[in-house]
């Protein structure tokens, strides 16, 4: 396995130097979700979650500031349940991470008990804890940087060696960007990221190596069968349709949304106490226990209207607020009935770009906190027209046991029963393409595209004897430029002085069996074979922050001098 | 007069380089300078495969092939095929021929041979190179916007 570079070298403690031991590290796996997380490794013979030193598998994601020194959700416990509500912890950090100002998600994470300023300019937020009356400012990269020193230190207790390779799920909605900013937390926290795994390609992965199970005991035809995975927790609604036999599982399409347990939770708090916003609203010390004690409630009233059909809530809130009330399950399914028909998009969707009928599905996988939800399970099992879901898993465990056998598996470890003859073949989750025609997205490597990937696509020039252009590339799949996501630009020169439309650009985009991403740009003027100038060649992403008006400004600066066009195909 | 760019990344990696180099190189189509295995060549299989041993085929040279899986087979089969084009070659021969209509134009294309009959010729020629992963080769007067 080719080791990636790091893009910040700075902050690595890590260096290629120490990979000279001749025993290959079994990299562990690690499921930050946005609410919960865990770590799973191979222990040579099968999939072991880690326990914390409190005995627990599953673990809050949050840091506390309260003290000199940060802690997490991994080594400490609260003393009460409304110390992580009361705006000295951090948490919700993977709503966070690389975004910008601008972005809805930020805005929803406004109304959490610790600061989150926007200046809705697009660059990246301002959060901050409150300790001893002050807000102390941080950085979602640094607070997730926090949290993993803690896993690592929990890891290399239970494991008895130092650990460095880590597979981390992310969110199928996660940008380059984003995934840039796991990354350098990783760094920061002295681990080396092996592979980022979408959460449901390593529910997949769970489920071939399942497969492979039953294959093996009834000597079945092997095969292929075609499943969904839905997955949904606090933050995040992922859907991957994959086809799976002997092992190997193909991943046919991705779709996901920043929509999850605590969107159900704040439209339920905003349900219960309309005042909420005003209320709340410029985190006045004097309601932040008001806050914690709701958020408290709510939480607990959806967990149990899993299971019962009514629940009684009776809290008070201070301040001379009350709140009484029975709830029934139905006013919870009403009052997210925006969330319910979203992720019904999703899978809809997902089907849809899969090109795979409900009829051809052999499983149905729920995994994640939400999926106990019963209107979830109803969604699913009606679209798919389906009586029964996949029972073989654990829906909290499933993703981080997935990230395990991928660590195993990347880390070149083979296992005597086959356990770990596994393959999972991704695909792309969002397409990538380049700004032309205008303020046109052009993309050229489509959304799920299987990886390792190359495309290229040729452009021209719009303008007479022009000599420059602009290489802007965004990932996304919105018809509107401005709402994917930038991942970086640079100018092409060096264009003969030639006509319009005669001088071939051809963009190249590449992406490696480490997910990396270069784009690649060369200049041919027909008749010629060799490129004109030497080739560009650019790792992306190249913006090192969420800066969202640099497009703008380039826009500003430069409108349609350097602009390009996509060269017509003729029929 | 048919010009195509494309880039190619080489050479194989040596498994201890933090990170290998693609470097750009510019071939030109006109006249074939590598031709390709036939898909079925490259999925090593018979003409007459059907559509799961298709698959079977697919998934298993995907497990010889696929940079993830290279370390299953490391004995078996050299680390050249870490870069991943192997397997993208691979890939992109089982997209023709799991799509029934593309492998039947496919099948055309090969029945014919290439560069009989230019009507015929250049349409399925293009999709020959579109599903190698090549760009359609094309003439560059024709593609200009007017």
């Known amino acids: ?275 909420y916003d005003s209320i709340f609203s410029g985190h006045r010390l004097d309601v932040s226990k008001s806050m914690a004690a709701l958020r408290v409630a709510t939480q607990n009233a959806i967990h149990m209207l899993s299971s019962q059909t009514s629940f009684d809530i009776d809290v008070d809130l201070g301040n001379g607020i009350r709140l009484t009330k029975i709830l029934d399950r139905k006013e919870f399914e009403d009052v997210n009935t925006i969330v319910f028909d979203q992720c019904e998009d999703l899978v809809r969707q997902c089907l849809n770009d899969a090109k795979v009928e409900v009829d051809d599905l052999s499983d149905i996988i729920l995994v994640g906190g939400c999926s106990l939800i019963p209107r979830v399970r109803d969604l699913i099992k009606s679209i798919c027209k389906r009586e029964k879901l996949y029972e073989g898993m654990n829906p909290l465990e499933a993703a981080v046991r997935g990230a395990a056998l991928e660590g195993a598996v990347a880390s070149g470890i083979s296992d005597p029963f086959g356990n770990l003859d596994l393959l999972t073949i991704q695909a792309t989750p969002l397409s990538i393409g380049i700004q032309a025609s205008g303020n046109n997205f052009i993309p050229i490597i489509t959304k799920n595209t299987t990886v390792p990937a190359r495309k290229d696509l040729v452009f021209t020039t719009v303008h007479d004897n022009q000599t420059e252009s602009l290489i802007v590339v965004y990932e996304g799949d919105e018809t509107n430029i401005q709402k994917n996501h930038l991942l ?81 195909k003729k029929a | 007069m048919m010009q195509t760019l494309s880039f190619a990344c080489n050479p194989p990696t040596p498994l201890n380089h933090h990170q290998f180099r693609c470097r750009a190189a510019v071939q030109s189509l006109s006249p074939p300078t590598r031709n390709p295995a036939s898909l079925y060549e490259v999925l090593r299989i018979k003409r007459s495969a059907s559509s799961i041993e298709i698959k079977t085929a697919y998934r298993s040279l995907a497990k010889l092939y696929h940079p993830d899986a290279t370390s299953l087979s490391s004995s078996s089969s050299s680390s050249s095929s870490s870069d991943g084009r192997n397997f993208m070659e691979i890939h992109n021969a089982y997209e023709t021929l799991s799509d029934p209509a593309a492998r039947a134009l496919y099948d055309l294309s090969l029945g014919f041979g290439i560069g009989i009959g230019i009507g015929i010729g250049i349409e399925v020629g293009d999709q020959f190179c579109y599903s190698v992963g090549r760009r359609p080769t094309r003439r560059w007067e024709t593609d200009q916007c007017w």
């Open chain 1, 1 to 275: 396995m080719s080791q990636q570079a790091y893009t910040v070298a700075s902050d690595s403690e890590t260096t290629g130097g120490e990979k000279s031991s001749s025993f290959p590290e079994i990299a562990i796996g690690v499921d930050i979700g946005t609410s919960q997380c865990s770590v799973a490794v191979w222990n040579g013979s099968e999939v072991e979650l880690l326990k914390n030193i409190r005995n627990q598998k599953i673990m809050q994601s949050y840091v506390s500031f309260k003290d000199e020194v940060p802690t997490g959700g991994v080594s400490s416990e609260p003393t009460h349940e409304h110390e992580i509500l009361s705006g000295s912890a951090i948490f919700n950090m993977k709503r966070l991470i690389g975004r910008v100002d601008t972005d809805p998600v930020v805005h929803a994470t406004k109304s959490l008990p610790f600061l989150v300023q926007t200046l809705d300019i697009g660059v990246r937020p301002f959060i901050a804890a409150l300790v001893s009356n002050a807000w102390r400012s941080t950085t979602p990269e640094e607070v997730l940087a926090i949290f993993l020193v803690e896993l690592r230190a929990m890891a290399e207790f239970q494991l008895r060696r130092p650990v460095q390779n880590v597979v981390l799920t992310i969110p199928v909605s996660f940008s380059r960007f984003q995934l840039s900013r796991i990354e350098r937390a990783c760094a920061m926290a002295g681990l080396h990221v092996l592979r980022l795994m979408p959460e449901p390609t390593a529910v997949a992965l769970l489920y071939a190596q399942q497969q492979q199970h039953t294959v093996h005991e009834n000597m079945g035809s092997g095969s292929e069968k075609m499943s969904l995975i839905f997955n949904m927790g606090a933050g995040y609604c992922d859907v991957a349709v994959c086809a799976t036999a002997g092992g190997v599982s193909q991943i046919k399409a991705l779709s996901g949304a920043a929509i999850g347990g605590e969107d159900l939770l704040q439209n339920l708090m905003r349900h219960l106490l309309p005042e």
């Open chain 1, 488 to 568: 970086g630009y640079f100018k092409l020169s060096g264009i003969p002085p030639l006509p319009k439309g005669v001088p071939e650009i051809n963009v190249c985009m590449d992406i490696d069996a480490s997910n990396v991403l270069r784009v690649l740009v060369g200049i041919v003027i027909p008749g010629n074979q060799q490129p004109v100038t030497p080739i560009m060649e650019v790792r992306m992403p190249t913006i090192d922050d969420g800066h969202g008006w640099c497009a703008e400004a380039l826009n500003r600066t430069y409108g349609s001098t350097m602009d390009l066009i996509t060269v017509q």
